[in-house]
C-alpha cells in the first residue's frame, strides 16, 4: 500500500537559518505530493504541491521537488522565520482519478527562535 | 478560514458514552473526508462520502459511522467510546476540479 516517511522532529531553528524536511514515499504509479502545514490551533492547510515527476511546487518561500528516481519530496526553505512554527505533513495521494484520498506521515514539529 | 465548517470545537465525555460530530464542506464541494489525528498514530484517513454516497472507508472502527446528508453537511457517529478515542477528528472537503483538499479547523474530542 501507500506510505510516506518523513524525518522525525522536533526540528528546532534560529531565524534565518535553512530548513529542510526530508520525505519519502512508497506508491504505486505515479502519485501526486502535498506538504500541508499545521500552525497551533488551526487545521492543515497545503503550503505546496506536485502532480508529475520533476515538479517543484513552491509557496511562501518553501520549496519541494518531486524526485521519482528517489521517491523523495523534500521541503525546503532558505531562510526560516518565528511565523514558520508549525507541524509540516508531507502527504501524497494515488493518481488523479482516484479519489484524493490523501496517506500522510507523521508530521515534523518546527520551531523557529528569534 | 478553509471554508470548511466543523462543530463543535472541543468535547469532553466519558467511556461508554456517544457523540456526533458534524460538518459544513465549502460551498460547492461535494466531497467530504474525515481524518482522526492522534499523537501516537498521527493522521489517519477515516472514511470519504461523495454526493451522498460512501465513496472510500479507511481505518474506521464499526463503532464509528458516519453519513452525508441530502445538503452535503456530514455527520460522524463516535459510540461506545474509550479512551483511546481521544483525538483531533478533521473534516475536509475536496475542490470539484482539482482535487485539493480544504481542512476544517478540527473537533478535538476527549473521553475521560
Known amino acids: 500500500g501507500n506510505s510516506v516517511t518523513q524525518m522525525e522532529g522536533p526540528v528546532t531553528l534560529s531565524e534565518e537559518a535553512f530548513l529542510t524536511i526530508n520525505c519519502t514515499y512508497t506508491a504505486t504509479g505515479y502519485p501526486s505530493l502535498f506538504w500541508y502545514v499545521q500552525y497551533p490551533g488551526e487545521g492543515l492547510q497545503l503550503l505546496l504541491k506536485?502532480?508529475?515527476?520533476?515538479d517543484k511546487g513552491s509557496n511562501k518561500g518553501f520549496e519541494a521537488t518531486y524526485r521519482k528516481e528517489t521517491t523523495s519530496f523534500h521541503l525546503e526553505k532558505g531562510s526560516v522565520q518565528v511565523s514558520d512554527s508549525a507541524v509540516y505533513f508531507c502527504?501524497?495521494?494515488?493518481?488523479?482519478?482516484?479519489?484524493?484520498?490523501?496517506?500522510f506521515g507523521k508530521g515534523t514539529l518546527l520551531t523557529v527562535n528569534p | 478560514d478553509s471554508g470548511v465548517t466543523q462543530t463543535p470545537k472541543h468535547l469532553i465525555t466519558a467511556t461508554g458514552q456517544r457523540v456526533t460530530l458534524r460538518c459544513s464542506p465549502r460551498s460547492g464541494d461535494l466531497s467530504v473526508y474525515w481524518y482522526q489525528q492522534s499523537l501516537d498514530q498521527g493522521l489517519q484517513f477515516l472514511i470519504q462520502y461523495y454526493n451522498g454516497e460512501e465513496r472510500a472507508k479507511g481505518n474506521i472502527l464499526e463503532r464509528f459511522s458516519a453519513q452525508q446528508f441530502p445538503d452535503l453537511h456530514s455527520e460522524l457517529n463516535l459510540s461506545s467510546l474509550e479512551l483511546g478515542d481521544s483525538a483531533l477528528y478533521f473534516c475536509?472537503?475536496?475542490?470539484?476540479?482539482?482535487?485539493?483538499?480544504?481542512f476544517g479547523e478540527g473537533s478535538r474530542l476527549t473521553v475521560l
Open positions: 475536509a472537503s475536496s475542490h470539484r476540479e482539482t482535487g485539493e483538499l480544504f
Open positions: 506536485a502532480t508529475k515527476a520533476d
Open positions: 502527504a501524497l495521494s494515488p493518481p488523479r482519478g482516484s479519489n484524493y484520498k490523501l496517506t
